[in-house]
Each structure stands twice: as structure tokens, then as C-alpha cells.
């Protein structure tokens, strides 16, 4: 990154400094804007527009305590990656530290490994620097859109963002602390903590090697800044291609363990049907399941708001963003005959496998005696794994990646 060579000491050192400013004051103010009806069958009540939260713009408030802001949908328009002040923050458990003292901040790495360590955050912005792309998006995103309804945040399309993460690679902070044979897996805990004393602790592990595959990644920089408080500062782990349950933030602890983890938050929650799609049927029972992991194609409109009027007889653009999930996105395909035929899209340019890509479609023209106009979008990821036609449903509201539509009016 151009200006950031965070190579010398008087960088880091401005890093630090940078890194230790500001605190997260939770629950103060009442910086609200208009209120926003999200288009969710089962719950169209009016959510509260905020911007009272701190390194925060005005976000769609799902929940105060633990803070769940969801990003309006029209920034996904504005730029194929998301401002930091306009990305999405979802947190398990309500007590987060209100700030972090740089200087004292440590990352332990612990476990079945030859050389524990406590690494301050100059230790780790010392190591060799890597930078990606990638999308960030909770598991349930979309999770009020799926009918019949379920428990849990109900958020619209919003609870994503894309970034240009710059960090250190985990496999090197692994290296350092030397694995032992027979380790299995790598489990991380942040600095949030349950409200009560008998809650489980959130953590998320991975398999030894995916944690050691040279992709996933330890950031501390986003978007060409210091990481938000609310998006994890001071360090945040990054699974590209991964579901954000196991992109854990404020991360304090790294544990190698020499056998599976069987913790709540791996055997327990987040855990989707083992179905093509992640799909059951509503009040179905008795299948196996398993750990949510890889993320799945998706693409969506963002130039038109669905139910806009457009002009009678003339061009109606389209346009819209698309995520190829665990792989990069080979291609678009857009519809106006409800999946009969479809036609590819423009790509635009390539940020990598796993951020967002843009896309553009201008054959479509509206009907010149005024009416109805419908188009349907698809993504086709490079393993060629194409968007289902149905929506997928099962009972964590999790993965909806069913094709989406666009119902406009020509007038």
C-alpha cells in the first residue's frame, strides 16, 4: 500500500499511536436519523437510522447491546468496497471493552506449541505485511427475508462489507511459536466476554490447515486504516471465503489444540444442515449437520431500488455487485423472461477472489406502453457453482443465496 510501508520503527510507531486513539462508548446519544422500513416479509417494522455509534456513519440499528448496525444498502452502490464508517458490526455478547491501550496489548499464542508467545502489537507490525481482499458477511445476512420466519436478527441484505485487509499471515505467527506434531486445530478468543459468568466465551477454531494455508490472516489495517473499534481493533482474524463467525475481532488469543474443538460456538451454534444448499424443509428434523465454513455466490441490484418506476419505452440500465463466496466470480447472467433465458452481464474490474465484483447490464428497455418489468440476477462462481433458482431455507437462517429479483414499473 502505497505510503504505509510500515517496514520502519518511526512507522510503526505512528501506527501505534494511531492505533491506541479513540474509546467505543456504548449506549450514549441519540444521534438517530429517519426511520427505515426494510423490505422483510415476516417483520416490516420500522428499524431506527443511527449514527451514535462511534467511527460510525449513519447505520440501520438492529440491536444496541451487543451493538448489531447494519450497512444501508445503497452504499453497496457507491464503490466495490465499503467504507469503514458504513460497515456492518455484529457482536455476541454485550461486554466489549470501551477502549484498548495499545502500548499494554498483547496476542498470546498458546497451546500445543514449542514457544508460547506474547506478542505486542509492535511484534506483530514487525512481521512481513500481506494485504487482501475480501468480503465480510455474517452468517445470517438476509435472515429476515427468509419465509416462513426465523428467530434470531433480522437483517436485510446489509450485514456485509467489503475490504482491503492489511495484517500478517497466521501461518508466520504459527511458525514463530513453532506447532507440535499431533495438532489439530486452532481455536481464537477475542476480548469480549459473556454477560454472565456461566455463558460460553466465543471462540471459533479452525482445522491446522486451513489456519496454516498462507490466506488467512491477522489485520490491523482496513481500508487503508487503523481497524474501527466496533470491526475489531486492535487485531481482527481474517478467513477469506469464509462466513464472519470465525473472523473473530479484538482477537487476544490464539490456543493450538491436539484434538477437535468441542466448544459451544463449533458443536453446538452455527451449525447448517449437511443438504445441498444447507436446505431442509420448515419443521424438518432428524438430518446431520455440521460447522458453517465456506461462503456461497451471491449477487445482487443495487442501482434501482426494487418497486422504482422507470421511463416508459427507454433504456433501464442494471446494475448491481456479485460475490463468487470461497472462489473469485467467473460470471453474471441476468434474466427478464423469470429464468427462461439469460444473458451475461459486464464484469467489471477483478479485486481479487474474494471481494465483491461489480457488474452492468444495459439490455434491458422498458416497456413503451408503461407496465410491469422484472429481472432476475445469478452468479457463477470459477468452480462453476451456479445460484439456485429457490431460496434455501433452514432453522438458523443461515446462507440465503437464492437468486434475487427486481420488479420495477415503466411509466
Not at 447491546?65 to 458504513?86: A, C, I, K, M, Y
Not at 498470546?108 to 512481521?127: F, H, K, Y
Not at 490447515?209 to 490472516?217: I, K, N, P, Q, S
Not at 433504456?315 to 467467473?330: E, M, Q, S, T, Y
Request: net charge neutral; charged share 20%.
Amino acid at each position: 500500500m502505497p505510503g504505509d510501508d510500515i517496514g520502519t520503527g518511526a512507522t510503526r510507531r505512528r501506527v501505534l499511536q494511531g492505533l491506541g486513539a479513540g474509546a467505543l462508548v456504548l449506549g450514549t446519544g441519540r444521534a438517530f436519523g429517519a426511520d427505515v422500513r426494510l423490505p422483510l416479509p415476516s417483520d416490516p417494522r420500522d428499524r431506527a437510522m443511527t449514527g451514535a455509534f462511534p467511527q460510525k456513519g449513519q447505520m440501520i440499528l438492529q440491536r444496541t447491546r451487543p451493538p448489531l448496525l447494519e450497512t444501508p444498502f445503497e452504499v453497496f452502490d457507491q464503490g466495490v468496497f465499503t467504507p469503514n464508517d458504513r460497515f456492518f458490526v455484529r457482536w455476541h455478547w454485550a461486554v466489549i471493552p470501551d477502549s484498548v491501550d495499545a502500548s499494554k496489548f498483547r496476542l498470546t499464542v498458546r497451546g500445543n506449541v514449542e514457544r508460547p508467545l506474547g506478542l505486542s502489537l509492535d511484534d506483530v507490525l514487525a512481521m512481513p505485511r500481506v494485504e487482501l481482499a475480501a468480503v465480510n458477511q455474517c452468517s445470517g445476512n438476509s435472515r429476515g427475508l427468509f419465509e416462513p420466519r426465523i428467530a434470531g436478527g433480522q437483517w436485510d441484505n446489509g450485514a456485509m462489507g467489503n475490504a482491503k485487509w492489511v495484517g500478517v499471515r497466521l501461518k508466520d505467527v504459527l511458525d514463530r511459536a513453532g506447532v507440535k506434531a499431533g495438532s489439530v486445530a486452532v481455536r481464537f478468543n477475542g476480548l469480549d466476554e459473556p454477560v454472565v459468568p456461566d455463558a460460553p466465551d466465543f471462540m471459533k477454531s479452525l482445522d491446522l490447515d486451513h489456519a496454516r494455508d498462507g490466506e488467512v490472516m491477522i489485520a490491523y489495517r482496513m481500508n487503508g486504516e487503523q481497524l474501527p473499534l466496533l470491526n475489531g481493533f486492535p487485531l481482527r482474524l481474517i478467513v477469506p471465503g469464509w462466513y464472519s463467525t470465525y473472523w473473530v475481532k479484538m482477537l487476544s488469543d490464539i490456543e493450538v489444540l491436539d484434538k477437535p474443538d468441542e466448544s459451544f460456538w463449533m458443536k453446538t451454534a452455527y451449525r447448517i444442515p449437511d443438504t445441498p444448499h444447507a436446505s431442509v424443509k420448515p419443521g424438518e428434523t432428524g438430518f446431520k449437520t455440521v460447522p458453517i465454513n465456506r461462503m456461497v455466490p451471491r449477487s445482487w441490484f443495487t442501482g434501482l431500488a426494487n418497486g422504482a418506476t422507470v421511463k416508459a419505452g427507454a433504456p433501464a440500465p442494471l446494475r448491481g455487485i456479485a460475490l463468487g463466496g470461497d472462489r473469485g466470480v467467473k460470471a453474471v447472467d441476468v434474466s427478464t423472461d423469470g429464468g427462461a433465458t439469460w444473458t451475461a452481464a459486464k464484469l467489471g474490474a477483478d479485486e481479487g477472489t474474494y471481494s465483491f465484483r461489480r457488474w452492468t447490464f444495459n439490455g434491458v428497455a422498458a416497456p413503451a406502453a408503461g407496465g410491469k418489468l422484472s429481472a432476475l440476477v445469478r452468479c457463477t462462481n470459477a468452480d462453476g457453482v451456479v445460484q439456485p433458482m429457490q431460496q434455501p431455507w433452514n432453522p438458523g437462517g443461515f446462507m440465503r443465496n437464492g437468486v434475487e429479483s427486481l420488479d420495477l414499473t415503466a411509466a
